[in-house]
Structure formats: structure tokens, C-alpha cells
């Protein structure tokens, strides 16, 4: 079922709102003016969260290139700042985001806020 789901991906089906795993934070994934994606906090557990606040933009850049998503910057706090990120959907309600700096990765996942 998944083979099937990747083969007909398109562009946009990354757009929407996602939670993440921890359950405390959504994003609301959008397509910009240049045609690539990003994402924003619409909803936060804690309004007093340290290191996001609600509108922040976390990922940026998303470029859609055969079934993934490819080329963008992800937020990362641990960091001190943006990483290179790529995306994937494993299925139409479960978004991998994968944030790479150096040759070390760190791979977040979210579900489809419904």
C-alpha cells in the first residue's frame, strides 16, 4: 500500500497541519510564492515554550523532486540555528522531517492534524 501511496504523491499533499510526536507543538506546513514549502507553529502545549513561539517559521526551502521533499532548512534549537532538511510522507498522515549537519541526521516525525 505504501509503494502505491509514494507513486502517486503529489507536491502539495505535504500542505496542512501536522503534530508532532512529543504531542506538544503543530505546524502548519504551506507552499510559498517560489514554489517550495514551509512551516510555521501554529499551536503550542506550553505558550511559554523556551524555544518556539506560535508563527516562528521551523522549516523553509522544501523543494518537491521525485516523490520527496528535498533541499530545505529546518529550526533546530540544539543547534543553534537552521540545518539542511529533507521530508518525506510515509503515508498521507505521517511526515518524516529529517534535519543533517555534517555526516550526523536527526529524523522528527508528525502526524495529520484532522
Do not use: C, H
Not at 500500500?1 to 504531542?23: C, P
Not at 550526523?104 to 508528525?110: A, G, P, Q
Amino acid at each position: 500500500m505504501s509503494i502505491l501511496f509514494f507513486a502517486q504523491t503529489k507536491a502539495d499533499d505535504i500542505t496542512g497541519e501536522w503534530l508532532n510526536a512529543d504531542k506538544d507543538r503543530k505546524i502548519l506546513m504551506q507552499k510559498a510564492t517560489n514554489g517550495t514549502y514551509f512551516a510555521k507553529i501554529s499551536w503550542l502545549k506550553n505558550a511559554n515554550d523556551a524555544e518556539y513561539k506560535i508563527g516562528q517559521i521551523v522549516i523553509k526551502g522544501l523543494a518537491f523532486e521525485k516523490g520527496g521533499y528535498k533541499s530545505g532548512q529546518a529550526y533546530s534549537p540544539s543547534n543553534g540555528g537552521w540545518v539542511k532538511a529533507t521530508a518525506k510522507l510515509n503515508n498521507a498522515n505521517l511526515l518524516d522531517v529529517t534535519g543533517y549537519k555534517y555526516f550526523l541526521s536527526k529524523t522528527r516525525s508528525y502526524t495529520r492534524v484532522k
